[in-house]
């Protein structure tokens, strides 16, 4: 029976979050546009030719790292090739989600049709067959220093020979009976092929696009909240306005929505002569935050459509290469792991001056008068937990030394580490939102308050689960039922169809946005910056 899914065609272009979010999801297929498998036999050719001839092909006709200097003979090839792959099956803990998986496998097949690679269309076909059976690998997360992920993709590399585990119809399974359920075959190496299934950093890129993907939603609903609690203290809008004229691009960006969202009720007014910086700085904390995190995403998207095989095809040559270290995209999501510090700061902030008494006469720890209750000032101190911990991951890790494979290899990105610390941050902001939609939406209430647009998503969903405070109790469940509803694909989605910011929405594809118009077509994007 024909699979009813739309078809990507990949090209060795760049893909873009959309087709990734449709690969990662299993919602497309894929197959490899024809020009793309011509580069590949082209520089296949150039491979055989060399083996040919007696040359020296690293990975291939020699040893790997500090086996470099070690030759094969023919007889040899097939056995080292084999070896090569199910070696770098040394990756341990939880495993990758697997869209990420899925992805990655997507990733190296586009990779390769650059035509760069030299490896063999038989290997491109295998990934392509194994995600068409949606046979996907066990990638177990740590394994990786960041320069080719060979611990990670060295897993998948191992299934395609029938080791390691297998996901196959939401079972996991050994690799050899995943295949036979699926009714595949284990595949052997061709020479080039071991080290082309595993020297790349396709996990790490398809990682980090599905975290940075995550971290704009998450971004996108803190800031929503954001405008809640400034409604709730009455806060001034000119500052928003005035980012309009005198703003960078992207805090005129945040300034806009800001005064958009907050049109269409009867925005409370408690402001004396100017506000707190956290009330007035929002749009340029949101607007430097969401720089970053755009700057980070293009980077990774062109990463999705580069070669970082070691050796290369060009110039008819078997080359050695050192593009295997993805410093640029490491950098980046560094830069933006310390600007999620800023937007958790910001956060706290807001939540200590809803507490404090001191905006829009609001009592202390948003006791309504005449109740007898401790209130939310011990909830505050879970505010600053949570803003410590994203402060602590935003020490950079990218440049600390390591040395390995006997003094060959002494450069790493630790990519993989840096899109651990960044997703943990992410989720850290999703609790420190509920928090802080939590609290205002007792301050609106303490003054009847009625919003609309944004900030009713918001005010609905906490009380949804948490009722108007009047008598001490505990808040531990309701926090994290608030956390899960504002970090749900349905929040996301209802938020941007009301209130979108269409340079973020639609390059994330965030809650829905474009998917309903998505027509297959090849993966080239274009790359210009929003």
Known sequence: MPDPKPLIELTGQPIGFTELLLIGENKVRLTAAPEGLARVQAARAVVEQAMAEGKPVYGATTGVGAMKDVAWSSEELDAFNLGLVRAHHFGTGEPFPISV??????????????????????????????????????????????CADIGLMGQI??????????????????????????????????????????????????????TTRAAAGALRTLLAVGLAASGAMGASRDPW?????????????????????????????G?????????????????????????AGHKILAATGRTDDNPVIAEGRVLTSGGSLPLDVTLLLESAILCMAHAARNSFNRCVLLGNGQRRDLPV????????????????????????????????????????????????????????????QMQALK?????????????????????????KLVYDVVRRHAAFYTVDRPLSTEVEA??????????????IAISPIHAIDGFFALGGFGMDSFQPRPTAIDLKYP
Request: charged share 20%; with cysteine.
């Open 365 to 424: 720890n948003l006791v309504p008068e005449g109740a007898i209750a401790t209130g939310f000032g011990p909830i505050i101190k879970l505010a600053g937990e949570i803003f410590s911990r994203v402060l602590s991951m935003t020490n950079p890790v990218s440049a600390q030394s390591l040395v390995v494979a006997g003094g060959m290899e002494d450069e790493a990105a630790f990519l993989p580490l840096v899109i651990e610390r960044f997703d943990r």
């Open 271 to 295: 402001t004396h002569v100017q506000d707190p910086l956290s009330l007035r700085m929002i749009a340029q904390v949101f607007g430097a935050v969401f720089e970053s995190v755009l700057t």
């Open 101 to 146: 998986v899925r992805n990655a496998m997507a990733l190296r097949v586009n990779t390769a049709l650059t035509g760069y690679v030299g490896c063999s269309t038989d290997l491109v076909n295998n990934y392509l067959e194994l995600l068409s059976a949606d046979v996907i690998p066990v990638v177990r997360r740590t394994g990786s220093i960041g």
């Open 157 to 210: 590399g191992a299934v395609l020979t029938g080791v390691g585990e297998a996901v196959y119809e939401g079972k996991r399974l050994p690799a050899a009976e995943a295949f036979k359920r699926a009714g595949l075959r284990p595949r052997r190496m061709a020479p080039r092929d071991g080290l082309a299934s595993l020297s790349v950093n396709a996990v790490s890129f398809a990682a980090a696009a599905e």
């Open 431 to 455: 609790r420190l939102a509920a928090l802080e939609a939590l609290l205002a939406a007792q301050a609106m209430d303490i003054h009847g308050d009625k919003p609309s647009g944004a900030v």
């Open 482 to 495: 608030i956390e899960d509803e504002l970090a749900s694909e349905e929040f996301l989605t209802g938020l």
């Open 241 to 269: 306005i005035a980012v309009t004229h005198v703003g960078t691009p992207r805090e005129a960006m945040i300034g806009k929505w800001l005064c958009n969202a907050s049109e269409g009720w009867d925005w409370p007014s």
